[in-house]
Structure formats: C-alpha cells, structure tokens
C-alpha cells in the first residue's frame, strides 16, 4: 500500500511553470493596467529570466503598439502579419523611451559623455524625418524624435557641461527608426559607396554596427539643423544595419517667447516614459536590459 502511494505520488503531472504571474495572459492584463509602464517591465525582465522570455516574445510588441499605435502602424504597414520587426521589438521599445547620450567621435567632439537615460516624453514624426533625409532619398520613411535637450552643469542624470566653459548651448540628442531600412535607397547608396562602419561605435538600441552619415555625406545639413533648431552648424548622426538612427547637435537655447509647441500634428506620435510621467533616476541602468548590451 505505502508503495502504490508513493509510486501515485510519483506519478502526479510537474507544476506547470507558466502557472500564476508569469503566464502570458496574466503578464499582459498586469501591464496593461499600469498603463505598459517600461520602467516596471524593464526591472521585472531583470529579475526574472522567464519574465525576460515573455517580455522579448510579447510584451515588448504589446508595449510598443499600446503607446505608439500610428507609429507601429506606420512602420508594419506592408510587412508580413506577426512578421519580425528589424532589430526586435525590445529594441523599438528602447529607442521610444530612452535617450541613448553622447559619446566623442572622430566627426563630433564631446568632451565629456553622456550617460544614456529615459526622456519623460517623446515626439516621433514622419514628416520631420524627411528633413534627415537626402533628396535622392526622400522615398524613404523615417520617423525621428525631438532632440533631448541636455542642459549645462548636472552631470549625474545625463545632462551635462560637455565644453566645460561659457558656451550657452544646449546638447541635443536625438533617435530615430526606419521603416523597411533593408529595402531603403539610404542603405543602397551606403553599400554603393562602400562605406565602412565605425569601428568604435555600435547602435544604442540593437547593439549592431553602424554607419556615420557625415562619412558617408548623406546629411542635408541645412534643413536636418533647421529642424533641430540648431544654428552651430555642427551635426553628427549614425544609423546601424537594423535602421536605427542615433545622433547629435548644438542647440541654441530659446526663451519661452521663441518656443514653437506646434509641429505636424497629424503626423505626430508622442510617448511618455511611465504612466505617470515620472522619470527614473537610474533610468540608464534599467533600460539597458532592453537588448542586453
């Protein structure tokens, strides 16, 4: 009899493991009633593996299409259905909600880095995208963000004196994605040209190598700083294998008479970094979980 017992005890089913809070459905009703805050999603995938799994199979996506729906859109439009997003969909999610920094290159002089962070809001558009684009190129869609307005003197969050004197401008930082970049003339005219990678800079958001479009002089200098509202003349912008774009400017600071907060409104996608619009003071150490660089 005590043997019967234990072989029956022996033979009951393993717990299933996808059981309780880490269950793809219940994972997804969480984060949708936070509002699919990346903040909490990026700790969870830290500290837990199977989290992690869930999140770069689905949430990531889920997280994406909930906070920038005409922008996801926009960019699927015409791709296979559930078709693999270029760089994966943790990727597009960083590039959303995180500010990557500035680092020196040969091109652009920083004089001290930038640590990356997650920006409070975010303008995407389309639109603003075509001013980063070459005329031969201008077929191309690329969504591209605001520049992220680094100020003079805080040097823990990221926004810092990167010249160490009087110079009253601030460092604009700003990101970007293509749409189809693999069948775009802007890497066409990249590979036709031979361009060679940088050998010291990857993309923030992927982790691939990238491109420097001053190199290439792909960069129509004049409307992508009119743009940025830049007057410095000084530019420097990267876009990796996977289409993500990354760069730098000098911004002339404005007083709030000369703020403009118009733009495209139609075109216009604008995403938060939490449901409450709160920014994380350890932001840069979170969001790289993202692609695990």
Not at 34 to 60: E, F, G, Q, T
Not at 142 to 147: A, E, H, K, M, Q
Request: hydrophobic share 35%; net charge positive; with cysteine.
């Amino acid at each position: 009899m005590v043997n019967k017992r234990l072989k029956s005890s022996n033979e009951l089913p393993a717990p299933d493991s996808s059981s309780g809070i880490l269950d793809e459905k219940v994972l997804l009703l969480v984060f949708k009633s936070i509002n699919w805050d990346p903040h909490i999603l990026c700790l969870m995938a830290c500290v837990s593996r199977k989290v992690s799994a869930v999140a770069k199979r689905v949430l990531w996506r889920e997280l994406c299409i909930s906070r920038a729906p005409r922008m996801v859109k926009g960019l699927i439009h015409g791709t296979p259905a559930n078709g693999r997003l270029n760089g994966g969909w943790d990727s597009l999610a960083k590039i959303l909600f995180y500010c990557c920094g500035g680092t020196p290159s040969r091109n652009y002089r920083v004089e001290k880095v930038l640590k990356g962070h997650f920006a409070n809001a975010s303008r995407f558009s389309k639109t603003s995208g075509q001013s980063f684009l070459t005329k031969k190129c201008q077929d191309d869609v690329l969504y591209i963000s605001d520049p992220c307005e680094h100020s003079m003197g805080c040097v823990s969050n990221g926004a810092c004196d990167v010249d160490g004197g009087g110079n009253d401008d601030d460092l604009g930082v700003f990101r970007g994605v293509f749409k189809g970049f693999v069948k775009s003339k802007t890497r066409d005219f990249l590979l036709e040209r031979r361009i060679e990678f940088e050998e010291r800079i990857r993309c923030p958001y992927c982790g691939f190598r990238v491109w420097s479009m001053t190199s290439a002089k792909l960069i129509p200098r004049k409307s992508a700083l009119k743009k940025l509202g830049s007057d410095d003349g000084r530019l420097e912008y990267y876009v990796c294998v996977n289409g993500h774009l990354h760069g730098t400017c000098w911004l002339t600071r404005l007083s709030s008479d000369d703020e403009d907060g118009g733009g495209d409104v139609d075109d216009d996608e604008c995403v938060g970094s939490s449901s409450t619009g709160r920014t994380s003071s350890s932001g840069e150490v979170i969001c790289e979980t993202l692609v695990g660089l």
